[in-house]
């Protein structure tokens, strides 16, 4: 008798734990389709990217280039879900990128950094028809936006990598 107890209170604790994970699951789907039909701080906050900042020395040498130091604030408007640089006009967009381009630090033309510049643009450019389509899933809008982020990252790493090589050819041996 007391072993049919034990099987019954067992049964029902399992039915009762089964019962918390199904609402439990329930909740993590609903929070996460929410999540998903609207791109905001949170949604960019979740995205998985390693995030570069320039060195000190970086910092000096791009201080004076204006379109890095507006693009720094716009890319930090985009981690806060401020989309509307990106969202705007096209035509708005490729100019800034043309003088992006044109203004580039004499000491920083180098092949790797116009190679990392040429992949910003296309990114910025794919995140910019992403936004203004509206066929376009919130998920892959996320991922232009991941897309952008990590390449204006990997800009700075780029950056920073090359001062870095300037700094240890200017040593010389004893």
Known sequence: MTMVRVLLVV???????????????ERDETVKSQDLTKINAKAIESLNYTDYALSEDAETIVNPWEKYQELTIQINYLKKGDLSFFNGDKALLVDF??????????SLQTRPISSRVT???????????????????????????????????????????????????????E
């Open 11 to 25: 049964s029902f604790l399992v039915l009762v734990a089964c019962d918390e994970n199904a609402k439990s699951n």
């Open 97 to 106: 990128i043309k003088e992006f381009k044109d203004n580039i630090p004499e």
């Open 119 to 173: 992949l910003l643009e296309t990114f910025i450019l794919k995140l910019n028809d992403d936004l203004t389509l509206s066929n376009i899933k919130v998920e892959d809008k996320l991922e232009s936006i991941k897309a952008v982020l990590e390449s204006f990252s990997n800009l700075n790493f780029q950056i920073n990598k090359k001062l870095e090589r300037d700094l240890f050819d200017s040593i010389k041996p």
